[in-house]
């Protein structure tokens, strides 16, 4: 007897901080793991599925993301779904609605577009509770040249120095849509520190590590330790630079993720 299979899209969001990323590992707390207990619990069974749209380091936090989620045998009761599922997920977690699709709809092959942000502030130490959210950099850091130092990121480039482990078949070719560096006045809270700095960064995909990777970069270029002729011979695959500073992960936001022709 053939398998009944319903469809379904869940947007979500999740501070991150206290999760070892999105991805199901054994003996840590994930987001996936909390979110598969929590659908256990709502809907008395286990005969379901969860694809993300992409997967998030340990730390990371997402303000707007989509699962694709499969459920046998029974359909959901998306009015009386959506409730039950946010009263029983934990609080740095919320489902922000669900949809219904078909099996025709692939949430990794679909086309979509992220948006990153990276925040960060630096000079005097900023107060705990804004740990979460932005990375404190001890050092000074010239803000105009890292502007100048992010846009070099935008348009087409071969980002292998920007790629984690890159193998011999990693394709490491794409396009930025939009790198810019800038005073956040996106997230505001009032123990943030009076001026905080954010890198947004827009593309239809991005390499494990690749925004972290760019944010190092651009730290080093602002403490003088490199220079924009650096930054541009990274962008060309052919000089085989390594780099190894990776920003910490705290600082970084999955903001949207825009599925095409949805």
Same mark, same amino acid.
């Given at each position: ?34 979110? *598969? ?23 990371? $936090? ?17 009015? @009386?779904?959506?409730?039950? +599922? #946010? #009263? ?8 922000? *609605? ?5 099996? $025709? +709809? #692939?949430?990794?092959? /679909? ?15 900023? /107060?705990?509770?804004?740990?979460? %959210? ?9 803000? @105009? ?10 348009? &087409? ?9 890159? &193998?011999?078949?990693?394709?490491? *070719? ?8 800038? @005073? ?11 001026? $905080? ?31 924009? *002729? %650096? ?24 903001? &949207?993720? $825009?599925?095409?022709?949805?």
């Amino acid at each position: 007897m053939q398998r009944k299979r319903f469809f379904y899209l869940v947007k979500l969001q999740f501070l991150g901080f206290r999760f070892h990323g999105w991805q199901k590992q054994p003996d840590v707390i994930t987001v996936e793991r909390m979110v *598969e207990r929590t659908l256990a619990y709502v809907l008395q069974r286990k005969n379901f599925k969860l694809i993300a749209a992409g997967r998030t380091d340990a730390k990371v $936090s997402v303000n707007q993301t989509y699962v694709e989620l499969f459920v046998d045998e029974v359909p959901l009761n998306l009015d @009386e779904f959506l409730p039950e +599922f #946010n #009263n029983n997920l934990p609080p740095d977690i919320r489902a922000l *609605e669900v949809s219904e699709t078909d099996k $025709s +709809f #692939n949430i990794i092959q /679909h086309p979509k577009t992220k948006e990153y942000l990276y925040f960060f502030a630096f000079g005097e130490k900023f /107060h705990p509770f804004c740990a979460p %959210f932005m990375v404190f950099h001890k050092s000074q850091l010239d803000i @105009e040249l890292m502007k100048k130092g992010a846009k070099l990121f935008e348009g &087409s480039h071969d980002f292998w120095s920007y790629t984690f482990k890159p &193998s011999e078949n990693t394709i490491t *070719e794409a396009t930025i849509a939009h790198c810019e560096l800038k @005073e956040n006045s996106i997230y505001t809270a009032n123990f943030f520190p009076e001026k $905080s700095y954010v890198l947004v960064v827009k593309g239809a995909g991005f390499k494990r590590h690749q925004i972290r990777l760019m944010m190092g970069a651009l730290f080093d270029l602002g403490n003088g330790k490199i220079d924009l *002729e %650096f930054i541009k011979k990274t962008l060309d695959a052919n000089n085989k630079i390594k780099l190894e500073h990776i920003a910490q992960s705290s600082g970084l936001l999955l903001n &949207s993720v $825009s599925l095409e022709n949805l």
